[in-house]
């Protein structure tokens, strides 16, 4: 029997990354999963964005454990979007048990006073907005089925302390965790369950791209994964360079199971004694 059994499980940013292992190991524990991403691509952030393919990935990994999967491609800035999706899932399963909001996106390299004011707005629209919006789409259908229920907020280490050249992702994330906190002091009548996440570095593609090795290895010229690796190994105390996204995906499963039944309003750090 599965942690997860018989519940429906919302993911945004699930094409890929941390979101992709969200809804894989939720299915592996018998949730069937609502993968929504929105595909788009910003001119202000130094990576590529996820696919239309990635996300056809997520579900073909979701349905080879034999749990049901609905894609959506919905912007998370996209509140009435949102609510149209979360409309169509309940009704397919008739509810929605649990979310992992967990879409984000992250620029490098920039002090707080040059951050140009369109990467800003897509950060904080991504990030906290995106949050906002996908809680106010999300929270009246599980208080109007009266079941309860459990709300997993992917914030980052970075929303308890601060790392340089990152400001404007600090702020979201630190803004994240604010929210999450007040939510789930709001939603404990209802025994909605609230709780962040707040992982350090994870191997995805947010984490493993030229931008990313450039901030955290300024004074290579052309710094490699193999850099970065070594420097993050270097400084944490484990001595590990990143964190996998199954890694995180068991924290949020554990949030959402019945064994976390009585934990709400807390910040997991994930972070391999980073942050100690």
Not at 124 to 131: D, E
Not at 146 to 157: K, L
Not at 208 to 231: G, I, K, Q, S, Y
Request: glycine share 10%.
């Amino acid at each position: 029997m599965g942690r997860a059994d018989g519940r429906v499980v919302l993911v945004t940013g699930a094409a890929r990354g941390q979101g992709r292992a969200h809804a894989r190991r939720l299915a592996e524990e018998g949730a069937d999963i609502v993968a929504i991403d929105a595909l788009v691509e910003y001119s202000t952030i130094g990576y590529s964005m996820a696919t239309k393919e990635d996300l056809e990935e997520t579900a073909r990994l979701v349905r080879e454990t034999g749990r049901e999967v609905v894609t959506e491609r919905v912007d998370v800035r996209d509140r009435d979007g949102l609510k149209a999706a979360v409309g169509r899932a309940v009704r397919r399963f008739g509810k929605i048990d649990a979310a992992v909001i967990n879409a984000g996106i992250a620029p490098a390299g920039t002090p707080v006073w040059e951050i140009p004011e369109a990467e800003w707005d897509d950060v904080i629209n991504v990030n906290l907005k995106g949050v906002w919006n996908t809680i106010c789409a999300l929270v009246p259908s599980m208080i109007d089925r009266g079941a309860g229920g459990s709300i997993v907020i992917t914030a980052s280490a970075a929303g308890i302390m601060a790392a340089p050249n990152l400001g404007d992702y600090n702020a979201s994330k630190h803004g994240v965790v604010g929210l999450g906190r007040t939510l789930a002091k709001e939603l404990a009548r209802h025994r909605i369950r609230v709780n962040i996440l707040a992982p350090a570095a994870v191997g995805t593609d947010m984490m493993l791209n030229p931008a990313m090795f450039r901030l955290f290895c300024p004074d290579l010229e052309a710094p490699t994964v193999e850099d970065l690796r070594e420097r993050s190994a270097r400084g944490n105390p484990m001595g590990v360079p990143w964190l996998e996204a199954v890694d995180i995906a068991n924290a949020a499963l554990w949030l959402i199971s019945d064994e976390a039944r009585y934990v709400t309003g807390i910040v997991v750090p994930l972070d391999a004694g980073a942050l100690g």
